[in-house]
């Protein structure tokens, strides 16, 4: 369908439900008002005030979660398909090479961003758009975080990755490759930025054998072993589970099994991605939880939650699942080594403790994106990284 035909279903709500579905509040009317008059750049405009992801995040938002899920057409048939209009927008944007429009206003404040995932890129070019230096410091030899090396490739075009994080480039962001902590004492504010992908462990008997994986570390680094003819099992319920096991299975696994403690409708992945592994062959057993991996086996009891969720083994349920690989997928924490050398206070879940400024313990340092906890999306991430802009302007100019 048309783009156009697509924002002629939009009813144009005055109240803006749509929009306070959005983590980014992106004024999804009025974007999609300029879309149904053909104003493409307007419409562009209107987004760029809010986001500078729209080609991102239109394609992998869980939008059912968010602004679809709040749209009034949605309360007797489809909701409007606001993921597909604002990717439409940013792929437009990208095709015809328009650009941010950047102050010149200063130019006399220099911030350091520590790490280049949605969050941090984000933060940059709102605060280059602002006029302000910014110098992003990256471990990794590419930029984009978790958008190039966890999201995979037939999810997320990385050609559009790769221009979005030049769109931000062209504004004047300094990159540092490598340069893991840099002198901070050089910047009038530092934002960190680094995720929380250190895998959390299965805390299991066996899980440090070596045909046991973290799934984080197979999507991040891609050196997967030989599935040739293998049975693999992904032990998890979430989208990384739904990820690894789906790019496993493309890599031409015999049999690629998913293991989750809970019930199907408790999983937290997006209910598309579980059909679409459902569709490719993936195979689910749920209520199951692993107890120990031994011999290429992986011992399990069967599980039921009571009305409040709480979960429960069932007594003498205990059985045995063979696997070639096994693959755990059960969630992600930050890197604390790293964060310890700035010596800073971590809230009670083991995340940087920060203020409603985005400000952490020690004064001019900020953080923002899953280092602080935010919901583990790209949209949520990007609007921690906005909003640390917004406050990092007003701590530069107070
Ligand atoms: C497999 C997978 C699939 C996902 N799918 C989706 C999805 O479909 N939709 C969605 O909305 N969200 C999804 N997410 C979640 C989303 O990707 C994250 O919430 C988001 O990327 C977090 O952004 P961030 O900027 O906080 O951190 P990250 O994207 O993790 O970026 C952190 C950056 O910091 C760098 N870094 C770390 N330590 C240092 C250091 N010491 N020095 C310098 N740089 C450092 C890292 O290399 C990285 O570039 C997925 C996550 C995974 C793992
Ligand atoms: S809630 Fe749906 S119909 Fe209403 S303005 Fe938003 S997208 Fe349009």
Redesign the pocket.
């Known amino acids: 369908m048309k783009v156009k035909e697509l924002a002629s ?5 005055k109240t ?4 306070k579905g959005c983590p980014l509040e992106n004024n ?2 009025d974007v ?1 008002n300029f879309v149904k008059q053909g104003k493409y750049v307007e419409a562009y405009n209107e987004l760029s005030k809010t986001t500078i992801m729209p080609s991102i995040c239109g394609r992998i938002c869980p939008h059912s979660k968010q ?2 899920g ?5 309360i007797k048939g489809e ?2 398909q ?1 993921g597909k209009i604002d990717s439409y927008i940013g792929d437009f944007a990208l095709e015809n090479n328009i650009k941010y429009e950047k102050k010149d206003t200063y130019n006399k404040y220099s911030v350091a961003i520590i790490g280049s995932g949605p969050s941090g890129l984000t933060a940059a070019a709102f605060l280059a758009r602002e006029g302000i230096n910014v110098t992003i410091y990256e471990k990794e030899s590419h930029l984009g975080g978790l958008l190039v090396h966890g999201i995979p490739e037939f999810r997320l075009d990385k050609d559009i990755v790769r221009n979005v994080i030049q769109n931000i480039l062209d504004l004047g962001v300094k990159i540092e490759n490598k340069s893991i902590v840099p002198n901070i004492n050089q910047y009038d504010a530092v934002l960190l930025s680094t995720g929380a992908n250190e895998p959390i462990k299965l805390n299991i008997e066996g899980e440090d054998l070596e045909y046991v994986y973290q799934a984080n570390t197979l999507l991040q680094e891609g050196n997967h072993p030989k599935y040739d003819d293998k049975t693999v099992v992904i032990i998890g319920g979430g989208n990384v589970a739904m990820d690894a096991a789906r790019t496993i299975k493309r890599l031409n696994a015999k049999e690629v099994i998913i293991l989750y403690r809970r019930s199907e409708n408790e999983m937290p992945a997006e209910k598309n991605e579980i059909i679409e592994a459902k569709n490719e062959g993936i195979k689910f057993i749920f209520n199951t939880k692993p107890l120990k991996i031994y011999n290429n086996n992986i011992e399990c009891i069967r599980t039921e939650s009571d009305e409040n969720r709480n979960l429960k083994d069932i007594l003498n349920s205990n059985y045995s699942i063979n696997a070639d690989y096994i693959v755990s997928a059960i969630g992600s924490k930050i890197d604390k080594k790293f964060i310890n050398e700035f010596d800073l206070e971590l809230n009670e879940k083991g995340y940087v403790k920060v203020d409603e400024n985005n400000m952490t313990s020690k004064n001019g340092i900020f953080a923002c994106g899953d280092l602080i906890g935010t919901k583990a999306t790209v949209a949520f991430a990007c609007r921690s990284g906005r909003d640390s802009a917004e406050n990092i302007v007003r701590f530069l100019n107070n």
């Open positions: 279903y939009c009813l144009n709500c803006k439900p749509c929009a999804i009317p999609i602004c679809e709040k749209c009034v057409r949605g909701s409007v606001i």
